[in-house]
């Protein structure tokens, strides 16, 4: 079983930036593919940025691009999301998720198996 603990969530202004990490325990974490995801209020949660098990690959929705980049420790078991040039349109609840089956980027919500519980992501204006 996997547990993934997320934290760096905060409240920052229009422009600024945060880190946010993604802790892994109970697995392997260099077999699965990560994901992040952002759930904001009244919307469904949808993808944001996903990486492969080595780091070699990453995916990003079309809207954090240039803004938010992806990266893994696997030797700490960690995940990280540099979130820059942030906007009020960024506020969420930010996920992180970890895939064991496909080992690619994935952006569909099934096709991972494990959750954390999330941080809050507010963006003043």
């Known amino acids: 079983q996997v547990q993934l603990v997320e934290s760096g969530g905060g409240l920052v202004q229009t422009g600024g930036s945060l880190r946010l990490s993604c802790a892994a325990s109970g697995g392997t974490f260099s077999n699965y593919a990560m994901g992040w995801f952002r759930q904001a209020p009244g919307k469904e949660r949808e993808f944001v940025a996903a990486?492969?098990?080595?780091?070699?690959?990453?995916d990003y929705v079309d809207s954090v691009k240039g803004r938010f980049t992806i990266s893994r420790e696997n030797a700490k078991n960690t995940l990280h999301l540099e979130m820059n040039s942030l906007k009020p349109e960024d506020t969420a609840v930010y996920y992180c998720?970890?895939?064991?089956?496909?080992?690619?980027?994935?952006?569909?919500?099934?096709?991972?198996?494990?959750w954390g519980r999330g941080t809050q992501v507010t963006v003043s204006s």
């Open positions: 998720a970890a895939d064991l089956r496909l080992g690619r980027p994935a952006r569909a919500i099934m096709s991972y198996e494990y």
């Open positions: 990486i492969a098990r080595s780091g070699s690959n990453t």
